[in-house]
């Protein structure tokens, strides 16, 4: 049986420099690979010291936000904010804990401060701005559910 050799790679160390191979019978679909891709990329990032919500992987010890294979800037305060959340996946934090946990004592923020940087989060995380839920007067939480 002739089989097809599907060969993805992703050098870029944020990803663990993740080399996948594929061997497939001919009639293989999109969505087949794609399935075996993101297995193997999630099982490959168990290694590594990362936190990983479908395409969206944060790379702890390098610091880096990588969202549907696109490495996005984030602030420290952002990336704190975020990791924290992460983290912390379906547990509900007011803005005052999320303020102790993630900004220094030494600094005056409010709630409005939160606020504007999860906005910011949302943006670049795109399709995944949705995972981070707000509940009036209680705070946020990044959620496992859309």
């Given at each position: 049986?002739?089989t ?12 663990c420099?993740i080399?996948?191979?594929i061997?497939?019978?001919e ?7 794609l ?5 193997a ?5 168990e290694d590594?010291?990362t936190?990983v919500?479908?395409?969206?992987i ?8 990588v969202?549907d294979g696109?490495?996005t ?5 952002e990336y704190?904010l ?5 983290k912390?996946?379906?547990?509900l934090f007011?803005r005052?804990e999320l303020?102790?946990?993630v900004?220094?004592?030494n ?8 606020d ?6 949302r943006k670049k995380i795109?399709?995944y701005?949705?995972?981070i839920v707000?509940?009036?007067g ?8 859309k």
């Amino acid at each position: 049986m002739a089989t097809k050799k599907i060969l993805i790679v992703d050098d870029d160390p944020d990803l663990c420099e993740i080399l996948i191979v594929i061997t497939a019978k001919e009639n293989i679909s999109v969505q087949e690979v794609l399935l075996k891709a993101k297995a193997a990329l999630t099982k490959a990032c168990e290694d590594c010291n990362t936190i990983v919500f479908e395409g969206l992987i944060i790379n702890l010890d390098n610091k880096t936000v990588v969202v549907d294979g696109v490495k996005t800037d984030f602030t420290k305060t952002e990336y704190d904010l975020l990791v924290f959340l992460m983290k912390n996946k379906g547990k509900l934090f007011s803005r005052s804990e999320l303020v102790s946990s993630v900004w220094p004592e030494n600094v005056v923020v409010t709630d409005r401060t939160v606020d504007v940087n999860m906005a910011r989060i949302r943006k670049k995380i795109g399709a995944y701005s949705g995972n981070i839920v707000a509940r009036a007067g209680f705070g946020y939480m990044f959620s496992a559910e859309k």
